[in-house]
């Protein structure tokens, strides 16, 4: 378990790093998942200007929270106003990217519990995510922290329609 993990809110001078890490960890998730024509499309540059544009123009309803060890992003967690119906208004987590070189030592965990923390402060009493049909080490990570399979929907994506298992915890103390 790593305890010196700082969670704190991203800045835009973090957009350059969160892209960085952002593109090797979807790539890494996604390699066996997404076509071959999204991983060019989706690359760095793209990634940068999406971040850029939530922090220059946050809305009320989103909180973008980065885990640091010492001076380096290891992890990025982002939440929103449920963006499908299937959500049924919970509060949604929209990412959660982990540095693929050092998972299983708490981050994720630290993340979704400083994420639940954030939402239940907005007002939500539960959240919700969607994951990708397929990516097994994160729905098996989603169940050992108590997420239980509620529904399923397609994620439109900026190219990628991928289907999504959603997984939802009623009750935030459980990640509290």
């Known amino acids: 378990m790593t305890t010196d993990i700082v969670i704190r809110p991203a800045v835009i001078d973090d957009v350059a790093e969160m892209a960085r890490l952002h593109r090797a960890v979807w790539c890494d998730?996604?390699?066996?998942?997404?076509?071959?024509?999204?991983?060019?499309?989706?690359?760095?540059d793209y990634r940068r200007a999406r971040w850029a544009d939530m922090?220059?123009?946050?809305?009320?309803?989103?909180?973008?929270?980065l885990a640091l060890q010492g001076q380096r992003l290891v992890g990025i967690g982002a939440i929103a106003a449920p963006s499908e119906p299937a959500f049924e208004g919970r509060g949604e987590v929209k990412s959660l990217y982990v540095d693929s070189s050092i998972k299983r030592q708490g981050i994720g965990r630290k993340l979704?519990?400083?994420?639940?923390?954030?939402?239940?402060a907005m007002g939500y009493?539960?959240?919700?995510?969607?994951?990708?049909?397929?990516?097994e080490p994160a729905i098996a990570f989603y169940r050992a922290i108590g997420g239980q399979l509620v529904g399923r929907y397609i994620d439109p994506g900026p190219l990628w329609r991928s289907d999504n298992l959603i997984l939802a915890w009623d009750d935030l103390s459980l990640l509290i």
């Open 29 to 44: 998730t996604y390699r066996d998942l997404a076509p071959a024509d999204v991983f060019r499309a989706l690359d760095e």
């Open 55 to 65: 922090l220059a123009n946050p809305r009320k309803d989103q909180r973008v929270l």
């Open 125 to 135: 009493s539960a959240l919700g995510l969607g994951v990708v049909v397929g990516n």
């Open 112 to 120: 979704m519990r400083e994420m639940a923390c954030e939402l239940a």
